[in-house]
């Protein structure tokens, strides 16, 4: 049967909102900050066959609907080899290397059945506050295993027909360290999943199963028609990009992402086989982590596709088997959201050489996740775990933004006055950073700076950061950002970890504080072609000081903050000429 545009459009809409609303009801009702403030989770629909993605919420993150496909397809293939799928079934699992993408995202996946059979799978997925290992909130940059990062569970029935299975809950509940937290978030994303399944049969009552069936297809088919389209009018050739990881946590040498990037008609082939093999660290991923890495980047890039399996069909991948971009258990994974945005940024990279006008500058490329752990005066143990920002990459059409969260995700920045009110300390700074987005014609979006006061007796600090040897790259001419710092208090002095970006197990004490002075995004473009007046402005703002002004973007400004135009003009040639 052939579907109308208008009744496509009803559809396609219809059912956003569906897993818009699964969002929602998790982002309202879990207990964990990281879920209910920054917005760490997603939901989206699935195939029931192939698992392959149909519909994605608009709220939740993009990684995480890309990589759940391969995550419904390993419950697919576990219940094939179990006698089949059930109505009342619900499965639950967080291994990283059957459609997962670290320990600490659990997946809750659910079967829709309509006449005996199955229509589709809802899937919800959740960064959970803490799931055992040897870092709380199990971040651990030193690990060089996935058991020393939290507790590994394979895809295994939590509702069996409908029975709720209470053991499994209370095996996931002796393993964290805040267990009502995992009881909180685990209740909301199965409220989630109830939610959609009313909504699908809902739906499918209104329209009919057939209508919506084909227009699940059509929504596919024109996505990989119009991702076809875009790479068609790409020229044909390959270009390469690479980029950097500091360490991998436990030795000290940078990592490579390689891209070979090849455009052959209407067909596109990512080829990573230069990159670094498997390290002994957890900044490895598995290849469906890859996959959707790229899945991101490229609905970065060409953002009027619809978001659905179809942007793959037209992308052929290359990734060996022994690279750190494809590792099986039992090497760690933890770090998976630093390699990533390396494998986004190479992709940009890449992009920028064959079509600058669609292209973006690298963001600040870190999440920084910083764990501070101790216990309270009364012994009860607390947890902080959170994510910072920093500058996203200028393009074409503007400046980068500035104190943005990562491109991996739609997640915000959690707000300081919820983890103070949570946790035993102190900001006693959150301000933007001057001078650390890369300068260009367009000038990269700055960093921030994080000054956080321990108010407890006394905590151990963790961090798994990155870019603090290698900076965010411009592209187009543009400039790199500045890079990662972090900095923290004991009783002899401020320190820096020996590893840049990476420390496990810092102890610190009452009114001792950490500083974290996050990357900006890269420049686009050549900065001699900046407006100076813009530049100017940027002075008056604090964006860029007036050193920088003059040394990099070759702006000359008088006592009053205006352009000296004579200076400037005579200052730009003289570096045109050198």
């Known amino acids: 049967m052939a579907i109308d545009p208008v009744t496509l459009a009803i559809l396609k809409g219809r059912l956003e909102q569906i897993a818009d609303e699964m969002d929602a009801t998790l982002f309202r009702s879990a207990f964990n900050p990281i879920i209910a403030e920054a917005h760490d989770a997603s939901h989206g629909i699935y195939d029931a066959v192939t698992g392959e993605t149909l519909v994605q919420g608009k709220s939740g993150l993009p990684i995480f609907v890309g990589v759940m496909a391969f995550a419904v397809k390993a419950v697919i293939d576990k219940a094939a080899a179990q006698g089949g799928v059930h109505e009342g079934d619900v499965w639950i699992f967080n291994d990283p290397y059957a459609g997962g993408t670290h320990l600490s995202d659990f997946r809750l996946?659910?079967?829709?059945?309509?006449?005996?059979k199955v229509f589709c799978y809802l899937a919800s997925v959740g960064h959970w506050h803490d799931v055992g290992g040897n870092v709380p909130g199990n971040y651990n940059p030193a690990a060089t295993e996935c058991f020393q990062e939290g507790m590994l569970i394979p895809p295994v029935k939590l509702y069996d027909r409908g029975a709720f299975r209470q053991d499994v809950v209370d095996i996931l509940s002796a393993n964290s360290r805040l267990p009502l937290s995992l009881y909180g978030?685990?209740?909301?994303?199965?409220?989630?999943?109830?939610?959609?399944?009313?909504?699908?049969?809902?739906?499918?009552?209104?329209?009919?199963?057939?209508?919506?069936?084909?227009?699940?297809?059509?929504?596919?088919?024109?996505?990989?028609?119009?991702?076809?389209?875009?790479?068609?009018?790409?020229?044909?050739?390959?270009?390469?990009?690479?980029?950097?990881?500091?360490?991998?946590?436990?030795?000290?040498e940078p990592l490579k992402i390689a891209l070979d990037l090849t455009i052959d008609g209407d067909r596109m082939v990512m080829d990573f086989s230069r990159s670094s093999p498997a390290c002994m660290g957890p900044v490895n991923i598995s290849r469906a982590t890859t996959i959707a890495a790229c899945y991101v980047a490229l609905k970065h890039i060409f953002g009027d596709v619809p978001a659905n399996a179809g942007v793959l069909e037209p992308v052929a991948f290359r990734i060996d088997e022994g690279s750190l971009l494809s590792v099986k258990a039992p090497k760690p994974v933890g770090g998976y959201t630093e390699t990533i945005m390396r494998?986004?940024?190479?992709?940009?990279?890449?992009?920028a050489q064959i079509a600058p006008?669609?292209?973006?500058?690298?963001?600040?490329?870190?999440?920084?996740?910083?764990?501070?752990?101790?216990?309270?005066?009364?012994?009860?143990?607390?947890?902080?775990f959170s994510f910072f920002g920093g500058g996203h990459g200028a393009h074409g059409a503007g400046d980068g933004l500035n104190h943005g969260n990562a491109p991996i995700s739609t997640a915000t920045i959690p707000p300081l006055e919820i983890l103070e009110a949570a946790y035993p300390v102190r900001f006693t700074q959150w301000a933007l950073r001057p001078d650390s987005g890369g300068p260009g014609a367009f000038r990269g979006g700055l960093g921030a700076v994080y000054e956080i006061e321990l108010l407890e007796q006394?905590?151990?600090?963790?961090?798994?950061?990155?870019?603090?040897?290698?900076?965010?790259?411009?592209?187009?001419?543009?400039?790199?950002a500045a890079r990662n710092v972090f900095r923290y208090e004991q009783a002899d002095g401020e320190h820096e970890p020996p590893m840049?970006?990476?420390?496990?197990?810092v102890k610190i004490a009452r009114g001792q504080k950490l500083r974290l002075e996050t990357p900006g995004g890269g420049g686009y473009g050549d900065p001699f072609a900046r407006d100076p007046d813009r530049v100017a402005q940027d002075v008056r703002l604090g964006f860029v000081s007036r050193h920088s002004a003059e040394r990099d973007y070759g702006v000359v400004l008088d006592a009053d903050g205006k352009v000296d135009t004579r200076a400037t003009t005579g200052l730009r040639r003289k570096e045109a000429a050198e």
Not at 199 to 207: F, G, H
Not at 358 to 381: P, V
Not at 464 to 474: C, H
Not at 500 to 505: E, Q
Request: include cysteine; glycine fraction near 12%; charged fraction near 20%.
């Open 109 to 116: 996946v659910k079967p829709v059945f309509r006449g005996g």
């Open 185 to 252: 978030d685990l209740n909301g994303q199965i409220n989630a999943l109830d939610l959609g399944e009313r909504r699908m049969a809902a739906l499918l009552d209104e329209y009919g199963d057939a209508t919506l069936a084909e227009c699940l297809s059509e929504l596919r088919s024109r996505a990989a028609q119009m991702m076809r389209a875009q790479i068609a009018s790409l020229p044909s050739g390959t270009v390469s990009a690479e980029d950097f990881l500091d360490n991998d946590g436990n030795s000290d």
């Open 343 to 351: 494998l986004i940024d190479v992709v940009f990279q890449a992009i």
């Open 357 to 384: 006008e669609e292209a973006m500058a690298c963001a600040y490329g870190t999440i920084n996740a910083l764990s501070l752990a101790g216990h309270r005066a009364n012994g009860q143990r607390w947890v902080m």
């Open 458 to 480: 006394n905590a151990d600090v963790f961090l798994f950061g990155e870019r603090g040897k290698f900076a965010p790259a411009g592209v187009v001419g543009g400039r790199p």
């Open 500 to 505: 840049v970006s990476k420390i496990v197990g």
